[in-house]
């Protein structure tokens, strides 16, 4: 994944931001929405291009785009920052491979002390029956 490419294939949009503000919200459109249209994206290779849609699935509307907003901060540059920002990071979290778990066996430790608990809790159980008789 190319990062310079990829910039040049979003597209955004500055609507007023909702919330408290004052005057600034209801003039100023602070409000950034991005787009990012997957299917054609050049910067992704078509392995990335299947990962991204079934990870981030939720994300993608009808037409394949993952729509992202950012309306924190009274700056507009300030919220396309952060809203790029935020792709990358999502883009790089999916594409990561998570480690595969390798099987242990358990410690003679844990094996003992599970042991121990196994006998504690069958004595109570014990008392409990001669109590009841």
């Known amino acids: 994944m190319n990062k310079?490419?990829?910039?040049?294939?979003?597209?955004?949009?500055?609507?007023?931001?909702s919330g408290p503000g004052g005057q600034n919200v209801n003039k100023v459109n602070s409000k950034v929405e991005l787009r990012f249209d997957i299917n054609t994206s050049k910067?992704?290779?078509?392995?990335?291009?299947?990962?991204l849609n079934s990870k981030l699935k939720n994300k993608i509307n009808k037409m394949g785009e993952l729509i992202l907003v950012e309306q924190t901060n009274?700056?507009?540059l300030k919220n396309k920052q952060k809203v790029i920002a935020k792709l990358f990071l999502i883009i790089e979290k999916a594409l990561v491979e998570p480690q595969k778990r390798l099987d242990t066996k358990p410690t003679m430790a844990s094996v003992k002390r599970r042991l121990e608990a196994k006998k504690v809790q069958s004595n109570l159980k014990a008392l409990r029956k001669d109590l009841g008789q």
């Open 43 to 51: 910067a992704l290779n078509d392995i990335e291009k299947s990962i």
């Open 4 to 17: 310079i490419e990829l910039l040049d294939e979003l597209f955004f949009q500055a609507v007023r931001s």
């Open 74 to 76: 009274r700056s507009q």
